[in-house]
T-cell receptor
Framework: QKEVEQNSGPLSVPEGAIASLNCTYS??????FFWYRQYSGKSPELIMS??SNGDKEDGRFTAQLNKASQYVSLLIRDSQPSDSATYLC???????????WGAGTKLIIKP | EAGVAQSPRYKIIEKRQSVAFWCNPI?????LYWYQQILGQGPKLLIQ????????DSQLPKDRFSAERLKGVDSTLKIQPAKLEDSAVYLC??????????FGQGTRLTVV
């Protein structure tokens, strides 16, 4: 059974601080990794994709991938109240391009 | 580039009635996903198409749910008969191979 695990939270972070979200996956053959943000009542929206080990930065967001340890993380710098949402981790296990989803971490940024 | 289109946005039906949802993926995206999302949970895959073939429908309740993807483009998801526990948001997403999936706005279904 291929699984993706996330801490459900809520994770509470003060405004302006760094929010750190983590995700672990079970399938060592996984090739593609994605972070989505979902506001209440809205559809998931892609924030970051990462395909190789290391860090990938896009504005205030940094995705980190460690295939040896089978985890992927998302860092949000200078957190804003508008970052309050549920963050979903998704992993593509290759083969038939199947996406496995975590249950999401609820992030709350406190002003 | 147009996004994933879904309709309707909202639907209220009585239990035992039938309902259908429609999805038009992003042009050129061969992979199409239907998800069910219950409040507070991650998306649950119902069915995945690669072009017009089914890749994974292991979590589709086949006694009441059906889906098709005509000509490898548009897709329809049907529920017949609906149960109270089918109340959820139904999300359609598409992707190009193993790249990121893009979602439509979803259909919020309420079964009363």
């Amino acid at each position: 059974q291929k699984e993706v695990e996330q801490n459900s939270g809520p994770l509470s972070v003060p405004e302006g601080a760094i929010a750190s979200l983590n995700c672990t996956y079970s399938d060592r053959g996984s090739q593609s990794f994605f972070w989505y943000r979902q506001y209440s009542g809205k559809s998931p929206e892609l924030i970051m994709s990462i395909y190789s080990n290391g860090d990938k930065e896009d504005g205030r967001f940094t995705a980190q991938l460690n295939k040896a340890s089978q985890y992927v993380s998302l860092l949000i710098r200078d957190s804003q109240p508008s970052d309050s949402a549920t963050y979903l981790c998704a992993v593509n296990t290759g083969g038939n391009y199947q996406l496995i989803w975590g249950a999401g971490t609820k992030l709350i940024i406190k002003p | 580039e147009a996004g994933v289109a879904q309709s309707p946005r909202y639907k209220i039906i009585e239990k035992r009635q039938s309902v259908a949802f429609w999805c038009n993926p992003i042009s050129g995206h061969a992979t199409l996903y239907w998800y069910q999302q219950i409040l507070g949970q991650g998306p649950k895959l119902l069915i995945q198409f690669q072009n017009n073939g089914v890749v994974d429908d292991s979590q589709l309740p086949k006694d009441r749910f059906s889906a098709e993807r005509l000509k490898g483009v548009d897709s329809t998801l049907k529920i017949q008969p609906a149960k109270l526990e089918d109340s959820a948001v139904y999300l359609c997403a598409s992707s190009f191979r193993d790249t990121e999936a893009f979602f439509g706005q979803g259909t919020r279904l309420t079964v009363v």
